[in-house]
């Protein structure tokens, strides 16, 4: 399945399908409880498992992030735990934030209750906090020998950049309805942090177009109910930029997009990017796999995704599943398109389907 990704990449016509899941979350779900099996925490091991389900391996967040941030001695950020809660507090001259995580049981995964800046004088201490933070490269060094390891593995290392500044301020910092309401009352500080936040990609978006992987993620987790009508002011010209200093370096671009599709599909085919990735179909997205592809119409855009995560457990069935992929084969076959899961298969879904999906798509 490489080779016929790479062929997508390069804007010519694969020889057959390329099918790839996100296991992590299924992973989780193992772990909690307890029938993971321990190789699965080695990157040989989980790249095992994946082509064990038939499944071209491409997601591994231990070494996803191109970035790391560094704050000089002025500001301290650590970590505390009381059970199930994991609180996060940062520490500068002229006040702290905290951000309240809780662990769910019921869906093996954190959740934020509390993000760190809710009021204009916690955007005071996020402006203090970016004056003293810079991005550093990281992952990077070792790429060229993993994209090695991973092509033995019929797979291909994914590579994130950094957020994008406003998905990082909504769903990093503020969360959604409290950037809003910043946005309206301290617009001119938003503005500042936005701004601040996009100067220090440029070490990242230097060397990750020095080491011109074949791919990069943009880790924008996008969705259009909330951040539509906000694209065109505020994340365009933001993506635009980054994509024509990766493209003139030879780096094709993906971006994350799921949930809600309709409203920043045609935006992203617009802004340039190769492909959208994480596209949510029904029955769990807002749009129909028919729809999508009349979105992208005649453009080179790679739809990546098209079979819900949700399907993967009850009350669907393999039968409902394998219906649902025929359909999208059908209609995405005669034009550029990865099948993938949107976005990842559950904790409790069934991941004898990942084979079955293999066979079925080859």
Not at 222 to 233: C, G, I, K, R, V
Request: aromatic share 8%; glycine share 8%; charged share 20%.
């Amino acid at each position: 399945m490489l080779n016929d990704f790479l062929k997508l990449l390069a804007g010519e016509r694969p020889d057959g399908t390329v099918w790839t899941a996100d296991l992590s979350y299924w992973i989780n779900g193992r772990e909690h409880d307890g029938t993971a099996d321990p190789a699965w925490n080695s990157e040989e091991g989980f790249l095992q498992l994946h082509r064990e389900l038939g499944v071209m391996p491409y997601y591994y967040y231990a070494k996803f992030g191109a970035a790391e941030a560094l704050y000089d001695s002025s500001v301290t950020l650590r970590q505390e735990s009381n059970g199930d809660l994991l609180l996060r507090i940062l520490e500068t001259p002229i006040g702290s934030l905290r951000e309240e995580t809780v662990f769910l049981p019921e869906s093996c995964c954190h959740g934020i209750t509390r993000h760190m800046v809710q009021t204009e004088a916690d955007l005071d201490v996020m402006l203090y906090a970016l004056e003293h933070r810079r991005l550093e490269p990281r992952n990077l060094d070792d790429y060229p020998e993993r994209l090695k390891m991973w092509a033995r593995h019929d797979g291909l290392p994914g590579l994130g950049l950094p957020r994008s500044p406003l998905p990082a301020l909504a769903y990093e910092w503020a969360g959604l309805q409290s950037m809003v309401m910043l946005m309206v009352d301290c617009e001119e500080k938003v503005c500042q942090a936005l701004a601040m936040m996009e100067e220090q990609e440029a070490p990242i978006l230097e060397a990750v177009c020095e080491l011109a992987p074949p791919l990069v993620h943009f880790c924008d987790n996008l969705s259009s109910d909330n951040l539509t009508s906000l694209y065109e002011p505020h994340m365009r010209r933001r993506h635009e930029h980054r994509l024509e200093r990766l493209h003139a370096a030879g780096v094709k671009v993906a971006v994350h997009l799921d949930g809600a599709v309709r409203g920043l599909l045609p935006k992203l085919i617009a802004a340039g990017f190769d492909a959208i990735e994480a596209l949510t179909p029904r029955p769990a997205g807002d749009m129909t796999v028919d729809e999508m592809a009349a979105v992208a119409g005649d453009s080179p855009v790679i739809l990546w995704g098209g079979v819900p995560g949700a399907m993967f457990a009850s009350p669907y069935t393999w039968p409902d599943m394998s219906s649902h992929i025929e359909h999208v084969l059908d209609v995405w076959g005669h034009r550029p398109f990865v099948l993938g899961v949107a976005d990842q298969v559950p904790p409790d879904g069934d991941a004898t389907f990942c084979p079955q999906i293999h066979a079925l798509t080859h």
